[in-house]
């Protein structure tokens, strides 16, 4: 009976055992990291313990904090090499307390805020331990010093690293088994990281953008963390593109932000330009239609082929300018952008995100137009107008499809409008999603316009072919000049901070 008590006794303990293991490691699944913890939805202390526990009330992943040593060797929290005017390496830890944060905490020391961490079992704690600027041996003190308290304290489980000093990062990795270390300079490339032992990256996002480190990264198994993201476009781009996690002043936007993204009801990024470059839009994604036709219209523009003058990249947007200037038989030129062929898609979410020109007499335009013509000629195989603007009616939006059954030149078209007031002063998200069964239109997220599939034929229901996006502003022509053109509103710019499309 002994023995089977002691035995008994064993198995709880293991079991016990596995139980704390468990309940250590369920950690929150999202890719939110507070920025210093969470601080300014409620205007508290950067670093400071109310701070962190503010994040840990809304659930994040992880909260970011930052760590300094004191002239006496003591590791405090604090972001800025200066505590409220005083030098910490150059002040003791008593003199700094002499200081107080705006809730009335003092600079919390590590070991106090390891403490408060351990005391949860969701939230990572994100230490980034600064550079001294003090050579690298006041470093390697600095890192040793904070593996030790952590090991004294047993916290390894809640604790991953981060650091702008490689060798910070990498006197970690050889010191600490298992420790996860990322790198936040953002001047090294995945394949070095993954060599030194790094297990991710933490880059601005802006590095991600101009590297396209995102994919090479995922492929070496590295993860991807991307600093500091405040606003919801940057948001959005990450998510899209499968990031681990995002470090904001901002968790509280970013959770909202998760819960619309196209990526929380399943879809994937097949394609998107972001418009990160300068000069022409690349031509590896876009090309042109060009000519003076009236288009169908009787449009007043001249299509302008890869002109600057019309189409351009600057300061993260694409600007389609149209310019009251004489080109061969017309007074005005612009630019009509559609996608190359190697994009085209069938069934799939389409955004845009843009700010639209003002002015009568303009006719901005996002649609989309068949690849192949599988029907015939326009209106037989299609036409998706994802949003449709005429300056005269300044308050209005449109979103429309044309069949053979259903177009313009017979009265029979199919739609809806939106009512905007800010879409010449803010951007905003047009989409659609395509189905087999059916299309709906969107403007920031409202859907305000479905169109079924009716399976009564072709001359109903031609979008089960793929199709090609078109990116242009007109001038004039039987809808858009219906009421003049204003003269004083040239030059007049659509701007379009990204597109993106994604399938299931």
């Given at each position: 009976m002994k023995q089977l008590s002691i035995a008994g006794l064993l198995v709880l303990m293991i079991s016990a055992s596995g139980m704390a293991q468990k309940t250590i490691t369920s950690w929150n699944k999202n890719q939110v990291i507070?920025?210093?913890?969470?601080?300014?939805?409620?205007?508290?202390?950067?670093?400071?313990?109310?701070?962190?526990?503010?994040?840990?009330?809304?659930?994040?992943?992880?909260?970011?904090?930052?760590?300094?040593?004191?002239?006496?060797?003591?590791?405090?929290?604090?972001?800025?090499?200066?505590?409220?005017?005083?030098?910490?390496?150059?002040?003791?830890?008593?003199?700094?307390?002499?200081?107080?944060?705006?809730?009335?905490?003092?600079?919390?020391?590590?070991?106090s805020y390891l403490k408060e961490g351990m005391k949860q079992k969701k939230t990572k704690l994100i230490l980034e331990l600064k550079p001294q600027n003090m050579g690298k041996e006041r470093d390697e003190f600095l890192a040793e010093s904070a593996l030790q308290m952590i090991r004294n304290l047993k916290a390894e489980a809640w604790v991953e690293y981060i650091s702008f000093s490689y060798d910070i990062c990498t006197y970690i990795i050889s010191h600490m088994p298992n420790a996860k270390v990322a790198y936040l300079a953002g001047d090294v490339a995945p394949e070095k990281l993954k060599a030194d032992g790094f297990a991710g990256s933490?880059?601005?996002?802006?590095?991600?953008?101009?590297?396209?480190?995102?994919?090479?990264?995922?492929?070496?198994?590295?993860?991807?963390?991307?600093?500091?993201?405040?606003?919801?476009?940057?948001?959005?781009?990450?998510?899209?593109?499968?990031?681990?996690?995002?470090?904001?002043?901002?968790?509280?936007?970013?959770?909202?932000?998760?819960?619309?993204?196209?990526?929380?009801?399943?879809?994937?990024?097949?394609?998107?330009?972001?418009?990160?470059?300068?000069?022409?839009?690349?031509?590896?994604?876009?090309?042109?239609?060009?000519?003076?036709?009236?288009?169908?219209?009787n449009e007043k523009q001249f299509y302008t082929n890869a002109d600057t003058l019309n189409a351009n990249v600057d300061k993260g947007s694409l600007n389609i300018i149209v310019r009251k200037t004489d080109k061969e038989n017309k007074n005005y030129t612009s630019a009509r952008l559609a996608t190359r062929k190697k994009f085209d898609w069938k069934y799939g979410r389409l955004e845009v995100r843009a700010m639209l020109p003002k002015g009568r007499g303009l006719w901005p335009a996002i649609w989309m137009l068949p690849t192949d013509w599988k029907y015939g000629s326009w209106p037989r195989s299609g036409e998706i107008d994802v949003m449709e603007h005429v300056g005269y009616d300044p308050d209005t939006i449109h979103g429309t499809v044309h069949t053979k059954s259903f177009n313009h030149?017979?009265?029979?078209?199919?739609?809806?409008?939106?009512?905007?007031?800010?879409h010449y002063s803010e951007y905003h998200i047009y989409a659609m999603e395509w189905y087999e069964d059916h299309i709906d239109i969107f403007m920031d997220g409202n859907k305000y316009f479905s169109f079924k599939n009716s399976k009564k034929g072709i001359d109903e229901w031609p979008f089960d072919q793929p199709f090609h996006l078109l990116l242009n502003v007109a001038v004039g022509g039987n809808w858009g000049g219906a009421k003049g053109i204003d003269e004083t509103i040239f030059p007049a710019t659509m701007k379009i901070d990204y597109v993106r499309v994604f399938q299931k």
């Open positions: 507070a920025h210093r913890g969470a601080w300014k939805k409620n205007n508290l202390p950067e670093n400071s313990i109310a701070s962190l526990r503010q994040a840990f009330k809304i659930n994040c992943f992880g909260s970011e904090f930052d760590v300094h040593m004191t002239l006496d060797s003591i590791l405090v929290v604090n972001h800025d090499p200066t505590f409220l005017g005083m030098p910490i390496s150059k002040s003791t830890y008593t003199q700094l307390l002499t200081k107080k944060l705006s809730n009335g905490e003092s600079v919390p020391t590590l070991k933490d880059y601005h996002y802006s590095v991600f953008q101009k590297n396209n480190w995102i994919a090479p990264s995922k492929k070496l198994g590295l993860t991807v963390n991307a600093w500091t993201v405040n606003t919801e476009p940057e948001m959005q781009w990450l998510l899209a593109n499968e990031v681990e996690f995002i470090t904001t002043n901002e968790p509280e936007l970013l959770f909202e932000t998760i819960k619309k993204s196209p990526i929380s009801s399943g879809w994937k990024l097949k394609w998107s330009d972001e418009f990160n470059g300068k000069g022409l839009p690349n031509p590896t994604n876009w090309t042109y239609d060009v000519g003076g036709t009236g288009w169908g219209n030149t017979i009265n029979t078209q199919v739609g809806k409008t939106i009512k905007s007031d800010t």
